[in-house]
């Protein structure tokens, strides 16, 4: 080989060595650019929900649209807010498991009667078909609590004495329900009447921490006002929830008004507090209401959890510290009339 065909070999040697590295890198980018684009088309795939295989053979990614529920605005929020006396309040889509609308819902405050919808699902969970025999467990009612007119020796069935505890918030019909309860569950233990209604508030206070109430603790079964008897909007609509899943007490809770004659003779009639539900009362009554319980004390305020439907939703209202009797129905009729209206 002459001089001249050395050096020109030499001298592509020279040129190939200076473009390996250029062609190295150009094939690392090109692995790259591929791997990425490989990534990123997995994951569209799996956000698709799925591949489903076309007429060819040929895999395709199916196209989706996401639903977004409609929502209060915030104009909305503040208007709610600001026509409303209640001190703590929620509005909640049963339908759709969502809360619309809150104030104040995780603040401790007095439940007042909201109580017995806890005593009324507590009795329902725990009691046997045996009847109530009223008993001087009767006398252990604060004499400022409303009444059902139970007498000694009457003798109801459990429905009845839910309907008597519900209706017209009997905290007769709560000591009641809460002594025998417990006498019967523990009978070895011959509890005294004061030992059975504190035992069945073990009860109550049990089923609370089991359903999620954290924030709630009750000390007597009619809701009398206590220092440490206390609950939230929260834990209310978590208590009527569980609540709502016992027949008799969802029947009680739906009743407007109610006449029957006890298993001992007795002709008993009872209205619900709860004027949502009560065509006599135009002011307040609200069509679409389905059920609920009144509370009141000095320190708790009026309170009412309700039920309405309408258009095959349901909505729950828990309003808490109402300013007098009528806002808490106005106030939830409010929020329920808010709630419907979204599309």
């Avoid at 104040?104 to 919808?117: E, F, G, Q, Y």
């Avoid at 609590?145 to 505890?165: D, R």
């Avoid at 000390?219 to 440490?228: C, S």
């Amino acid at each position: 080989m002459s001089k001249t065909q050395t050096f020109r070999h030499s001298r592509r040697r020279r040129a190939l060595r200076r473009l390996l590295p250029v062609f190295i890198i150009a094939v690392l980018l090109l692995a790259l650019a591929v791997g990425i684009a490989l990534y990123f088309s997995g994951r569209d795939t799996s956000h698709s929900g799925g591949t489903s295989q076309g007429q060819n053979g040929t895999t395709t990614v199916p196209t989706t649209t996401t639903t977004t529920l409609p929502s209060f605005t915030d104009q909305t929020v503040s208007q709610l807010s600001g026509a409303m006396s209640a001190k703590n309040a929620l509005l909640y889509d049963v339908t759709h498991e969502r809360v619309l609308f809150d104030t104040n819902a995780d603040v401790v405050c007095s439940p007042a009667s909201l109580t017995k919808i806890m005593t009324a699902a507590v009795a329902a969970k725990y009691a046997t078909e045996e009847n109530f025999v009223v008993g001087r467990e009767v006398y252990l009612t604060d004499p400022q609590a409303s009444s059902a007119y139970l007498k000694l020796g009457m003798e109801l069935t459990l429905p009845q004495m839910l309907q008597a505890l519900l209706l017209p918030s009997g905290g007769d019909a709560a000591y009641c329900l809460a002594v025998h309860t417990a006498q019967r569950l523990y009978p070895e233990e011959e509890l005294s009447n004061f030992e059975a209604a504190t035992r069945f508030c073990d009860l109550m206070n049990e089923e609370l921490e089991a359903i999620g109430a954290k924030d709630s603790h009750f000390v007597n079964p009619d809701g009398m006002y206590h220092t440490f008897h206390v609950t939230t909007a929260n834990d209310m609509l978590k208590i009527l929830r569980f609540a709502w899943e016992f027949d008799a007490v969802r029947e009680a809770l739906c009743t407007q008004r109610t006449s029957f004659t006890t298993p001992s003779g007795h002709e008993l009639s009872y209205t619900n507090t709860n004027r949502l539900l009560n065509t006599y009362f135009p002011a307040t009554y609200y069509a679409h209401a389905i059920g609920g319980k009144t509370g009141f004390t000095d320190e708790a305020g009026y309170c009412l959890a309700s039920v309405a439907e309408k258009d095959g939703v349901q909505l729950i209202a828990i309003v808490l510290g109402c300013a007098d009797e009528n806002m808490r129905f106005t106030e939830s009729t409010l929020l329920y009339e808010a709630g419907f209206a979204l599309k």
